[in-house]
């Protein structure tokens, strides 16, 4: 983990790379977390997480299965959806700069109990239709994002 300080440097100057997991369920229906921290702080969006210096995508990935949705899931076997560009107002500091990630979206199917999932990024779990979430105030533009 990095210092908070060096951290504030690298998001004020530079994109940061993540992987979003858009988890689809047997109903198809998307899974969507209500975040706790900035940039999106109080919208639904889909888990996921940044790709670590030195980390391997496949490696990544996997990490971000266990850590987002405490489950396990192969990278083979998940839809690349495509590159994505999230560009925010604010950053996890509330300081006035701005937060830049290229994102790499990628689907993949899980049937998961929502009373398992950590509640560190997200406070509340729901599954959304995509018609549910492209229609909801309260689901982010960069999620509806990957519906449109």
């Keep these: 983990m990095l210092p908070t300080e060096t951290f504030k440097t690298i998001i004020a100057s530079t994109p940061l790379v993540s992987i979003d997991l ?8 998307v899974l969507l977390g209500l975040r706790n921290n ?16 030195d980390e391997r995508l496949e490696a990544a990935f996997q990490r971000l299965v266990k850590v987002e949705l405490d489950t396990e899931a192969e990278f083979d076997k998940a839809l690349f959806l495509g590159p994505y560009q999230h560009f925010y107002s604010d950053n996890f500091s509330g300081e006035n700069f701005s937060t830049h990630y290229v994102v790499l979206g990628y689907e993949l199917s899980l049937d998961i ?33 990957y519906f449109l």
């Design 22 to 29: 858009i988890v689809r369920n047997s109903q198809e229906q």
């Design 38 to 53: 900035r940039p999106a702080k109080g919208y639904w969006f889909v888990p996921g997480g940044r790709i670590q210096k």
């Design 113 to 145: 109990d929502l009373d398992t999932l950590p509640a560190d990024q997200h406070q509340n779990y729901r599954w959304f239709t995509v018609d549910e979430l492209l229609a909801s105030e309260q689901v982010h533009q960069h999620t509806k994002d």
